[in-house]
């Protein structure tokens, strides 16, 4: 089983920034796109940005200009930089892929984290 583990949330104040990791647990051959959800408490989990493995990103309308997702391909990492945090942005952070594949050649075709958490609060 692979996992995908997401690090580098924590509590900042508004306006500051964060950088969250993910990286998978086992050796990855490929995997197609790599992308960040969030659920904030009492809220639907909703989309955040996505990268494929092509470099093409895609951004949910409160993330353009703030956030910025990318990837490191070679060590099967994405990132996702927050800043100019807002107390709204408070959720955990869930990273998933899609269409996975290990080195062993085992195919998965969604992954998720367990999430790190985000809170923005002075």
């Known amino acids: 089983q692979v996992d995908l583990v997401e690090s580098g949330g924590g509590l900042v104040p508004p306006g500051g920034s964060l950088r969250l990791s993910c990286v998978a647990s086992q050796r990855i051959s490929s995997i197609e796109s790599l992308g960040w959800y969030r659920q904030a408490p009492g809220k639907r989990r909703e989309h955040v940005a996505g990268?494929?493995?092509?470099?093409?990103?895609v951004y949910a309308d409160f993330a353009k200009g703030r956030f910025t997702v990318s990837r490191n391909n070679a060590e099967t990492t994405v990132y996702l930089q927050l800043n100019d945090l807002k107390p709204e942005d408070t959720a955990v952070y869930y990273c998933?892929?899609?269409?996975?594949?290990?080195?062993?050649?085992?195919?998965?075709?969604?992954?998720w984290g367990e999430g790190t958490r985000v809170t923005v609060s002075s």
């Open positions: 998933t892929g899609v269409r996975v594949r290990t080195v062993d050649g085992y195919d998965y075709p969604e992954l």
């Open positions: 990268i494929t493995d092509g470099g093409s990103t």
